[in-house]
């Protein structure tokens, strides 16, 4: 029987430093996008796919989104008294009571593999799991975590999502060894590596940061040596589940921005600026006479 997939892992305990100094005493998964945190984005994501325990595995900074998916008592008061009943509703609404946020510390930053592995005594042997990174925020008509659980239900396999990248761009990712699926539809991986230099590359396929996980991968993260950059690697876990258990590539619909990075922070912006739905007419005409400037102040 092909089991539900109720938990998902949020690893956010990474140092940020691109963004310094905004990153500096904030994580950078609570930078926001225009007034909306980025890991909301993935909460709420995850949230739309059927999760009910969200688990988090923060770092030292990290204790403000630990305060942004609980309740704030004094906030709800004082916005209620000022008649903003509708923000204080959509505040409580952030996690609805049927879902649970549990909390991991990984004290040291040993890599994603290991900060995975730190959700270990919540995940049963045999469960299979979300995991997201909330740095690729995924815009999608359906959400691509729910595109991926619904394919999970028919085929009761791991997978991971994965799009095309500019050749130059593969040493920046987990590179797949498979043929290239259709959009919507599965391909079995052969092989997986990490960041890989471009001439060693398998294909331009790219991991992004979605992955449904056996359970079985955690004893196989806790015994994993470091990987590239000396870091316990989940790519180099996954590669070993490849042969126990078989791994798919996923390939999505929708479009990934790389919050990570500056550029796919201020794309995302910009996005979702011109998206949005109280202002967007207005910002595109602002747009447009910023381009017939010479660069703005
Ligand atoms: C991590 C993974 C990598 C994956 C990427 C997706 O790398 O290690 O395999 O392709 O996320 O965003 P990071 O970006 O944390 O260096």
């Known amino acids: ?97 049927s879902a649970a946020c549990i909390y991991f510390r990984q004290s040291e930053a040993l890599g994603l593999g290991h900060a995975v592995a730190c959700a270990a005594p919540v995940i049963a042997p045999d469960e299979p799991f979300a995991v997201l990174l909330a740095d690729d925020l995924m815009r999608a008509r359906t959400p691509v975590l729910k595109q991926m659980i619904d394919c999970y239900q028919q085929t009761g396999r791991s997978m991971v999502a994965v799009e095309d990248v500019a050749p130059q761009a593969v040493s920046s990712y987990g590179i797949v060894d498979a043929d290239r699926p259709g959009i919507g539809q599965l391909a079995a991986m052969r092989g997986i590596v990490e960041k890989p230099a471009r001439d060693e590359a398998p294909s331009t396929q790219a991991v992004v940061g979605r992955y449904i996980l056996d359970g ?15 870091e316990i690697q989940l790519t180099d876990a996954i590669r070993q589940l490849i042969q126990t258990h078989g791994v798919d590539a996923f390939r999505y619909e929708g479009q990934r921005y790389d919050c990570g990075s500056k ?35």
Do not use: W, Y
């Open 1 to 97: 029987m092909i089991r539900p997939i109720r938990k998902a892992i949020f690893p956010v305990a990474g140092l940020g430093t691109r963004f310094l100094p905004a990153t500096k005493a904030q994580p950078k998964e609570m930078l926001p996008i225009i007034d909306k945190p980025i890991i909301q984005f993935a909460v709420e994501e995850a949230l739309a796919a059927g999760i009910t325990h969200l688990i988090f595995v923060i770092g030292r900074t990290k204790r403000s989104i630990a305060d942004h998916f609980d309740s704030n008592p004094e906030l709800d008061t004082a916005l209620r008294q000022k008649g903003n009943h509708e923000m204080a509703d959509l505040l409580n609404s952030i996690v609805p009571d």
């Open 216 to 230: 079985s991968i955690m004893p196989l993260l806790k015994a994993q040596a470091p990987g590239k950059g000396g």
């Open 263 to 297: 550029l796919g922070f201020i794309a995302c912006t910009m996005a979702s600026a011109l998206a949005h739905p109280d202002f967007g007419s207005e910002v595109r005409e602002m747009m447009h006479n910023m381009l017939a400037q010479d660069p703005p102040h």
